[in-house]
């Protein structure tokens, strides 16, 4: 069963930058390609990236393209995002996600 530990979230003021990372166990990583998702108070939980398995090609959201960067190292199966430019609505807990299988999460407060 794919097991995620997440960490890195934190307070930070409007403007600033995060880096999030999510430590994969449980299959093989190198396989798969891996997802961000985030969940803001009373509201769905949403898909924010994607890096593929082996090109590590990426694909991100509207609200978080050019500001969050996804990146992969297979060697310590662990996938980051990195978050600059942080705005209040950014404020959820993120998760990352492999098939079908989410970690518990590491909470992102963007606020002044």
């Not at 449980?26 to 398995?53: C, D, H």
């Not at 990146?71 to 492999?98: F, H, I, W």
Request: proline letters at 4%; charged letters at 20%.
């Amino acid at each position: 069963q794919a097991q995620f530990v997440e960490s890195g979230g934190g307070l930070v003021q409007p403007g600033g930058s995060l880096r999030l990372s999510c430590v994969a166990s449980g299959f093989t990583f190198t396989l798969y390609p891996m997802n961000w998702y985030r969940q803001a108070p009373g509201k769905e939980r949403e898909w924010v990236a994607r890096i593929s398995s082996i090109r590590g090609d990426t694909a991100y959201a509207d609200s978080v393209k050019g500001r969050f960067t996804i990146s992969r190292d297979n060697a310590k199966s662990t996938v980051y995002l990195q978050m600059n430019g942080l705005k209040p609505e950014d404020t959820a807990v993120y998760y990352c996600n492999a098939r079908g299988y989410f970690g518990q999460g590491t909470q992102v407060t963007v606020s002044s």
